[in-house]
Nanobody, 120 residues
Framework: EVQLVESGGGMVQPGGSLRLSCAAS????????MSWVRQAPGKGPEWVSQ????????YYADSVKGRFTISRDNAKNSVYLQMNSLKPEDTGLYYC?????????????WGQGTQVTVSS
């Protein structure tokens, strides 16, 4: 059974930082690119970032480029999202996802999400 479990969310002031983690199990982690997707209250899902299976290439939405860094540890079956210089518009539920079509950024499994709230 594929499982993705996110952690590390919380409440932070604007300008602060958080590091999200996602622990994967139930599949061969090194066979898949991984991504982070977020959903703000009342809005649809927004693709945030993606990393390829070999931990070589990373991609970011323009809204987070230069502030967020995605990484993975294939030995630990984990993917991370370091978020710096957080803004109120970064508030949302952040999901880790398993990517099945890299160019299309299409995912087939998501975790339960971890809440990030940026507020003063």
């Amino acid at each position: 059974e594929v499982q993705l479990v996110e952690s590390g969310g919380g409440m932070v002031q604007p300008g602060g930082s958080l590091r999200l983690s996602c622990a994967a199990s139930g599949f061969t982690f090194t066979s898949y690119d991984m991504s982070w997707v977020r959903q703000a209250p009342g809005k649809g899902p927004e693709w945030v970032s993606q990393i390829n299976r070999r931990n070589i290439s990373t991609y970011y939405a323009d809204s987070v480029k230069g502030r967020f860094t995605i990484s993975r540890d294939n030995a630990k079956n984990s993917v991370y999202l370091q978020m710096n210089s957080l803004k109120p518009e970064d508030t949302g539920l952040y999901y880790c996802a398993r990517v099945v079509q890299s160019i299309a950024r299409k995912a087939d499994y998501w975790g339960q999400g971890t809440q990030v709230t940026v507020s003063s």
